[in-house]
């Protein structure tokens, strides 16, 4: 599978309640790994047991190497577009509450340089050619528009199916809605409905309430797993990459395909830690319906 977007370095503390202002309180845990929506959602599909490759924007500064030996350690393929790139990556400042695995994040996104455009000229050759396996689905998540846009044209020229993470709008989801067959949005989602410009099918997560999905002819819901959860930290970007996963499969259908993602998103908010789950879902790798 094919993944582009967003990659973060996470600094997660994990805390028996969230400080209020001006509180100091100590942390009963504390880890770093590698985020973003799309490489949450590579790991994924790796741990799933299927080939993840990661086209993002890691670069050279010292921090960036915590996100590349995680990659590794959980068996992504990452692809930096520009590998001397100075400057540091996005950093995400995440507390997870110890009672029920609720989260807070203060992060930033990817923010534009000016050798990014240096690195639009390494993606092209970085792609599948004719004479290579096409990877079964991509999966964008609307971070680094360009390569976004580039991937999504190149997956819709090849008839390979695209995902689209729709968490919340970004301004280039006006020129990519166009090139996508599914787009996957969460309730907090604001912007314009992915049906308006002509995406075949609509889906809305929210939490733990039933995935509702849409298509020209049907509709319907998927109910969630009723869990504990631990911790909710990128449950939804696992969600779909485990929903790409499936999509990737070419079996089932869509209600198949979020129950399967469902599942493994429960999994996943079952187990403390941002990597403490992977081994538990590697065994759902071959429950695909």
């Known amino acids: 599978m094919l993944l582009a977007g967003l990659c973060t370095v996470d600094q997660v503390q994990r805390v028996a309640d969230f400080p209020v202002p001006g509180e100091k309180v100590r942390s009963l845990s504390m880890d770093v790994a590698a985020g973003g929506p799309a490489t949450n959602a590579a790991v994924t599909v790796a741990a ?3 080939q993840a490759t990661l086209l993002t924007v890691a670069g050279a500064h010292p921090l960036a190497a915590l996100a590349r030996a995680d990659l590794e350690a959980h068996g992504v393929d990452l692809v930096d577009l520009d590998p001397e790139l100075p400057d540091p990556p996005a950093i995400s400042a995440i507390v997870v509450r110890e009672s029920d695995g609720e989260r807070t994040v203060v992060s930033r996104n ?5 050798r990014f455009v240096l690195s639009m ?13 096409m990877p079964g689905c991509v999966l964008l998540d609307g971070h680094h528009p360009e390569v976004a846009l580039h991937v999504a044209r190149w997956a819709r020229e090849r008839g390979v199916p695209v995902v689209l993470d729709a968490g919340s709008w ?7 809605l166009p090139l996508v067959d599914i787009a996957a949005c969460s309730s907090l989602y604001r912007g314009d409905d992915p049906r308006e410009h002509g995406v075949p099918v609509v889906i809305t997560t929210a939490g733990p309430e039933p995935v509702r999905w849409s298509t020209p002819e049907k509709s319907g819901a ?4 009723v869990t504990r959860a631990r911790d909710t930290l990128g449950a939804g970007d696992v969600w779909h990459g485990a929903f ?3 999509v990737a499969g070419d079996e089932g259908d869509v209600p198949a395909w979020i129950a399967f993602a469902n599942e493994v998103a429960a999994e996943r908010v079952r187990h403390e830690g941002p990597r403490s789950w992977t081994a538990a879902v590697a065994k759902m790798g071959e429950g695909l319906p």
Not at 110 to 114: I, K, R
Not at 170 to 176: D, N, W
Not at 222 to 225: M, N
């Open 110 to 114: 990817a923010h534009a340089s000016s």
């Open 121 to 133: 000229r390494s993606l092209h050759a970085q792609l599948p050619r004719p004479e290579d396996e």
């Open 48 to 50: 799933l047991g299927a």
């Open 244 to 246: 790409a996963y499936a």
């Open 222 to 225: 998927v109910p969630v797993p």
């Open 170 to 176: 970004k301004p280039v989801f006006a020129e990519l």
